[in-house]
């Protein structure tokens, strides 16, 4: 169960803080390594650019942190993500970046064991308030899994799945928004023929912007994606991606993604995480081209993870 | 291992095999042989030929006299061929011989050797089946046809074939009788039995509609009287005040109500997983404890169940002679109609030629009197005289009566539509009860019960129960749904809580629920008290639930719905019938729906449910359209599965409700449209039944294959359907169509 609790502050390491120097050449070889601090678990403050420190976020979280039982999985990570502007996390698997997202619609709350600390903001309500309505809350936000997941339904019927729980039963508005759906998310030319046919019998690439469409279509106000293109092929991944560029107009963004390339061509901003904590946040160009940390130059260009 | 899976679906097909030949031989019209004996022939019964149907032929050991007349018979040249066999072992043949109530055995074993001459198959040997008393094997040689005539009418008479003769009739009035006899030989005569066998068929419907639409109602409409009557004398002679059951129920199901309303509202804030539910659940929920209480208003009427005054009494039972008397004087008119009608009946007759006797079946052996009614035949085949057609067309006109017809002597011939009705009735009452309860009791283990000690306790529970003997079953059936439960329904609870108590117990339980509540409240506002308010809470829900089952079952303003009849020894639920059998069955297949659904609910992809949630939806609204669909297809394997075997399990029924005769089926043209307190007729009771209690089993055996034969494709059936459906959900489930 989860229950936040505001009254137990994020345990500082004992060890003492290490403070990444912003101005720092790339290859201090007297400065300990950033990774080295958080694998022996230190404290490490992350590093925010300074266009990455929105005033006004839509989503805002806040010293997050979050046990799975006894193991730590998230340390005080704190990240704004900006109106209409796609934010990607990247880091070697494991890092927390699903554990991240899944904490943002609250769907960790479903797992055993799992307590948290810190808050999020949602437009500025609190997401993890006891006075917070999960299921109004999941509904203000859209997730696409890793794996393609439809419904075994006819695709109509999983694309207006949120709006049928929500009660809509007309079916001009069940229509009209399915139509909306599925041409944002550029699969209507594909389905528009054989709306009642399974899901199921979709291509994985089909299913997955299927899943987008799904997504969208009681327009959230964040719409979380958890690595959408691993297990796509390449020309399905191209789509999806395109796709994402075009939906990030109307939307705010998170991806998680393992594939720099990926995070390069489709993000605004970027986030390099590493075992649970939050290493460095700032635009894309800038994370890709001039990082803070050396570490993140590594990172990014490949040399390690 | 490939032997065994050979061997295993060999015994299979045989199996299968041997049931299927045998039952769908069973209506086969079979050749007749005349056969005559040797004068010398030592033989158990008198006379000297007889048809029969052959069965089967086999050698046996001859003792020494046998071998002694063999060779006698060889020497003298008069040794049949065939009397022995290659091996030089006699043979002899098995007869099915019918004729029971001639006193003899219906199968008889002859030897070849003492027959005088190879059998015959004589073209007028007839099979005659007969409403009682079993098949007739003879020559149908004459029709007979009686007349009454007045008194003062003479003897003598002139028509060909006619006879008078002065009888006195029941109540000492004399009359002459006049009685034509009209032999039917092969041209003029089955045309004329055909016409006077039709004309009787057609005066058994009319019987059977004036019984059905006048007679019973009729019957039904004095037996209501008694009933009101009956009633007002034990409400009178009770005394009591005007029953508060009603209120009483109405208050228990408040509580219960809000007992359910508090819990659902604590699971709901405890979980952060529920929204509050929608306007429309709560519509539903109010409207169905709204029916139930209304349902159970009009059952009940409690406002005329109070006591009755001696006046009302005394107008009651002027009220109900007056109409019994109409409707007796009513009856009679009726059962006059029904004497004239087989008055008719008696009539015709024919005149059955038996080889052995030379005598005729008689309507009644013991005195040797009339001939055979033509009312009392069924049907009248020439076996001998069939062609393969005519034989195909019997062998339908057989099948057709085994399916939808009515059983006749002692259910050794005749039809088994009532015992089809019964077993698709019982089948249709288990699915009823055991699917809901199964998937509802799997769902509650699986999605919202905590996986603890007490969840895996009942798991083993359900898992043993699996294990149980199914006569346990019955037996705990009987004591329990007819016995306990039954015998409350029909008269109350057999010793009630004082009233003073009972309303203790009324105010106790509203002081726990209030406890209840507040403590469900506070689990749900506090975390930090959650742990032990919430296990305060659910063991108050488990007391308040006990305290409300115990104020229903000691209830002392309740005196029962059939108070009348069980105080005549009636009873109604009280004993057995179809109601408490599905009930015992659907115990006895519960743990198959049980594990199947809760394996079928496991198969479901996390995944797929987390997606579900992420869309914003409750956990009831993800369990109905993402979880229930998914594991649709393991629900319907496992609910078949349990239904064949529930339609196919004899033993705890023979307890709880199966019959071997039942007059009435358990469904019904009219309003409740089925009879759930009625015992009912089984195909696997009826199996056990014709096999083993029937007054001549050999006889009834070709029965038994047919109705095997039945129950095995109704099962199979089943069974096959079980699996079709969950290839096509699976089929449709992957996309792999
Ligand atoms: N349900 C869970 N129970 C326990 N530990 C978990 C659970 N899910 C994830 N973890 C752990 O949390 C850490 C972060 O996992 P995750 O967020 O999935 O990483 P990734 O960055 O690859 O998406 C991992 O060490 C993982 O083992
Ligand atoms: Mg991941």
Redesign the pocket.
């Known amino acids: 169960m989860t229950v936040p609790d505001a009254a137990i502050p994020p345990a500082p390491s004992p060890r003492g803080h290490v403070r990444a120097d912003p101005g720092a050449p790339s290859s201090a070889p007297a400065r300990r390594s950033v990774l080295d601090a958080i694998r022996a678990g230190e404290h490490v403050e992350a590093e925010v650019h300074r266009d990455a420190r929105f005033a006004d976020p839509v989503l805002d979280i806040r010293s997050f942190c979050l046990h ?2 006894p ?1 730590q ?2 340390f005080d990570v704190s990240l704004g993500a900006a109106r209409n502007r796609v934010t990607a ?1 990247i ?12 904490s943002v619609n609250r769907l ?1 709350d479903l ?1 055993d ?2 307590r948290i600390t810190g808050d999020m903001l949602l437009n500025g309500s609190s997401i993890y308030d006891r006075r917070t309505d999960v299921i109004h809350l999941r509904k203000r936000l859209g997730m696409v899994f890793q794996k393609p997941n439809p419904f075994p339904m006819s695709i109509f019927e999983n694309v207006v799945y949120p709006l049928r729980i929500d009660g809509e039963r007309r079916r001009s508005v069940l229509l009209g928004a399915c139509e909306r759906a599925l041409r944002a998310s550029a699969i209507w030319d594909e389905v528009k023929d054989r709306l009642s046919a399974s899901a199921l019998r979709l291509s994985g690439g089909q299913q997955q912007r299927l899943c987008i469409a799904r997504a969208i279509v009681a327009d959230p106000e964040v719409l979380l994606l ?2 959408p293109c691993s297990a796509l092929d390449p020309i399905a991944t191209l789509r999806v991606e395109e796709l994402i560029h075009e939906i990030s107009a109307r939307y705010t963004v998170l991806i ?1 993604t ?1 594939n720099m390339q990926q995070a390069m061509r489709v993000s605004d901003f970027t986030a390099f ?1 590493y075992l ?1 904590r939050l290493v460095e946040y700032g635009p894309t160009a800038e994370i890709f081209q001039r990082p803070h940390l050396p570490e993140t130059e590594q990172y990014v260009t490949g040399r390690f993870g | 291992m490939g032997l065994a899976l050979v061997l295993a679906l060999t015994l299979i097909v045989l199996l299968v095999g041997l049931i299927a030949v045998r039952g769908l031989g069973a209506f086969w019209p079979g050749r007749l042989d005349l056969v005559t004996l040797r004068a010398d022939a030592p033989r158990d019964l008198p006379g000297d030929a007889f048809f029969g149907q052959p069965v089967r032929e086999e050698a046996f050991d001859p003792t020494s006299a046998d071998e002694a007349r063999i060779a006698s018979l060889r020497a003298a040249g008069e040794l049949l061929p065939g009397a022995v066999g290659p091996d030089g072992r006699p043979r002899r043949r098995l007869y099915y011989v019918a004729n029971r109530d001639a006193g003899q055995e219906p199968f008889r074993w002859v030897a070849v050797m003492d027959m005088a001459a190879p059998t015959l198959r004589p073209t007028d040997a007839a099979w005659i089946d007969r409403r009682e008393w079993g098949p007739w094997l003879g020559v149908v040689e004459a029709l007979v046809e009686d007349r009454e005539l007045p008194a003062g009418t003479p003897l003598e008479t002139d028509a060909p074939g006619a006879t008078r003769e002065p009888v006195t009739g029941p109540r000492g009035e004399t009359h002459v009788r006049e009685r034509r006899v009209m032999p039917l030989d092969d041209d003029s005569g089955p045309g004329a039995l055909r016409e006077a066998m039709r004309a009787a068929a057609a005066r058994r419907a009319e019987i059977r509609r004036i019984e059905r639409t006048e007679r019973i109602p009729l019957d039904a409409r004095i037996a209501a009287w008694d009933e009101r009557l009956a009633d007002a004398r034990l409400r009178a002679s009770r005394g009591a005040p005007p029953r508060l059951a009603w209120p009483a129920f109405a208050a228990i199901s408040l509580a219960g109500a809000a007992g359910w309303a508090g819990f659902a509202l604590f699971r709901n804030r405890a979980h952060h997983a529920e929204p509050a539910a929608p306007a429309r659940t709560r519509a539903l929920a109010c409207a169905i404890a709204g029916s139930c209480l209304l349902l159970w208003a009009v059952l009940e009427r409690p406002w005329h169940a109070g006591a009755v005054a001696p006046e009302d009494l005394d107008a009651l039972t002027r009220a109900h002679a007056r109409e019994v008397a109409a409707l007796t004087d009513a009856g009679e008119a009726i059962d006059l109609r029904l004497s004239a009608l087989r008055a008719a009946d008696a009539r015709f007759s024919v005149i059955i030629r038996e080889p052995r006797t030379g005598g005729f079946a008689p309507r009644d052996y013991s005195t040797r009197t009339d001939p055979l009614p033509v009312s009392a035949i069924v049907r009248v085949t020439h076996p001998n005289r069939l062609t393969l057609l005519g034989r195909a067309g019997a062998y339908l006109d057989r099948c057709t009566e085994f399916l939808f017809g009515a059983p006749r002597n002692a259910n050794q011939e005749g039809g088994v539509w009532g015992v089809i009705v019964g077993t698709v009735t019982l089948t249709l009452l288990l699915t009823v009860a055991v699917v809901p309860l199964g998937v509802i009791a799997a769902l509650y283990l699986r999605e919202y019960a905590r996986q603890n000690l007490f969840t895996s306790l009942v798991r083993i529970a359900v898992n043993n129960l699996a294990g149980v003997p199914s006569i346990v079953y019955g037996v705990f059936g009987l004591g329990f749904f007819c016995y306990t439960l039954g015998a409350w329904v029909d008269s109350g609870p057999r010793v009630s809580a004082p009233r003073g108590a009972w309303w203790l117990m009324v105010l106790l339980l509203g002081v726990v629920l209030l406890v209840a509540w507040s403590l469900a409240l506070a689990a749900a506002s506090r975390a930090e008290a959650s742990r032990w308010a919430r296990r305060g809470a659910l063991v108050l829900w488990g007391v308040c639930a006990a305290l409300a089952l115990a104020l229903i079952a000691w209830n002392p303003y309740f005196h029962g719905f059939f108070a009348a009849r069980a105080a005549g020894n009636q009873p109604t639920f009280g004993g057995r019938g179809i109601l408490w059998s599905a009930l015992t069955l659907a115990l006895l297949t519960l743990p198959v729906v049980i594990v199947a659904t809760e394996e079928a609910i496991a198969g479901v992809p996390r995944s797929l449910r987390e997606s579900s949630y992420g869309c914003g939806a409750s956990k009831w609204q993800t369990i109905r359209r993402v979880v229930l669909p998914g594991a649709m297809p393991g629900i319907m394997t496992g609910a078949i599965l349990a239904i064949s075997r529930g339609a196919g399990e004899v033993a705890p029924i023979m307890f709880v409700g199966a019959t071997k005769i039942a007059s009435k089926l358990p469904v019904s043209g009219e309003f409740p449209f089925i009879r759930l307190e009625a015992q009912f007729m089984h195909l696997g009771f009826h199996i056990y039944d014709l096999g083993f209690q029937a007054k001549d089993a050999e006889a009834a055996r070709p029965l038994v294959w047919a109705t095997t034969l039945l129950l095995v494709l109704i099962v199979l059936s089943l069974n096959l359907a079980a699996v079709i459906i969950r290839s096509r959900l699976r089929g449709r489930r992957t996309g792999a169509f």
Do not use: F, Q, W
Request: hydrophobic share 30%; with cysteine; net charge neutral.
């Open positions: 799975y039982g193991t999985a998230l996390i880091g070697p698997s494991g890092c927390g970046k699903s554990t991240l997202l899944r960790n797992v064991g799992v958890d690595e998680v393992h995480m649970g």
